[in-house]
């Protein structure tokens, strides 16, 4: 059977760097609480000309240029994203349009930070089945437009970016060799967008308790995180018949290096063994791990024949791993 091989990768982030001295003049926050207790120190802010789909084109056009394919050779487009330019259409058929690839069928997915794992799991298996050839997986977030920038809690973790791939659907050893997604919805509560949707339709009174802003539980996250994100790596690589001794690399979901830590603790992993960028992105959901597999990519870090494992975990909740040799 065929498998899912990336073929390119891209990314892209936005000019204007938010660091945390910025923030020390934003909100009741020093630079020394946030590195602490978060391990981010910067995260790039979208300008106000910039739009979800913009930063998915730029990391989509930067991804096909690497892959040597024209984007009327892709079969298909999925986007993880909670940010998207409007409600609806997706943001993938505002990318289709935008990239020119007339011959692909778009659609976003919606689970927040486990977004991108939930979409390359879901292109992988047309691929394999042979409905598509080609396929372009996307994560991309403008969070700061649902940040509430006076919440100290919240706004000093998120930033926006975009990262893509291209797949392929090729014979041989390497590329996705298993997706395993899982999702609680009795968790929605603890990290969530109130507004506005059809709970709570757009209105004065909801600007006014900061209905449209991101809303979250940090605790109660923090340890189902950690327990879900260990948890679904190892069934992935059980899967596969693996253990954490054959991964070359780990690339979790960038939320915070507390959490990042604990993980890697629980799966017993070297620290080389850990791909971590958070310290200067922030959280950038759905994007994060094209990201850091993007720039790993372009750092050279990857080999053929290296087996990665894609990790996360977002509201929802949604979690999910995915197994791929390089």
């Not at 007339?102 to 939930?118: H, I, L, Q």
């Not at 969530?192 to 539980?217: C, K, N, T, W």
């Amino acid at each position: 059977m065929k498998k899912a091989r990336i073929i390119g990768t891209g990314s892209y982030l936005p000019e204007k760097v938010l660091t945390n001295f910025d923030l020390e003049k934003m909100v009741d926050t020093t630079n020394e609480w946030i590195s602490t207790r978060t391990g981010i120190n910067e995260r790039h802010i979208a300008s106000e000309n910039e739009m979800t789909s913009d930063l998915a084109v730029n990391a989509a056009n930067r991804a096909l240029e690497m892959a040597g394919v024209t984007a009327d050779q892709i079969d298909l487009i999925i986007v993880g994203t909670i940010t998207g330019d409007f409600p609806w259409p997706s943001t993938a058929c505002l990318v289709q349009n935008k990239i020119g690839a007339v011959n692909a069928s778009a659609w976003d997915v919606s689970a927040a930070c486990s977004g991108f794992v939930y979409a390359i799991t879901s292109a992988a298996q047309y691929l394999e089945n042979g409905a598509a050839k080609r396929a372009l997986v996307i994560g991309t977030e403008v969070l700061s437009r649902i940040m509430d920038w006076e919440d100290r809690n919240t706004c000093i973790l998120f930033g926006d970016g975009a990262g893509a791939v291209v797949l392929e659907a090729q014979e041989g050893e390497s590329g996705l060799l298993s997706g395993h997604l899982h999702a609680d919805g009795s968790y929605w509560e603890l990290l969530y967008q109130p507004g506005f949707g059809s709970r709570y339709p757009a209105s004065v009174s909801g600007i006014e308790q900061r209905l449209p802003y991101l809303h979250m539980a940090g605790n109660e996250v923090f340890k189902i995180a950690v327990r879900s994100m260990h948890d679904v790596a190892i069934e992935a690589l059980e899967n596969n018949n693996m253990t954490v001794a054959d991964v070359k690399l780990l690339f979790p979901h960038q939320a915070n290096m507390r959490i990042l830590e604990a993980v890697r603790k629980r799966l017993k992993l070297r620290k080389n063994q850990m791909f971590v960028n958070v310290d200067k992105r922030g959280n950038t959901s759905g994007a994060s791990i094209p990201i850091a597999l993007d720039e790993a990519n372009r750092a050279g870090l990857l080999e053929e024949g290296d087996i990665l494992v894609l990790d996360a975990f977002g509201g929802g909740f949604t979690w999910g791993a995915s197994v791929l040799r390089w």
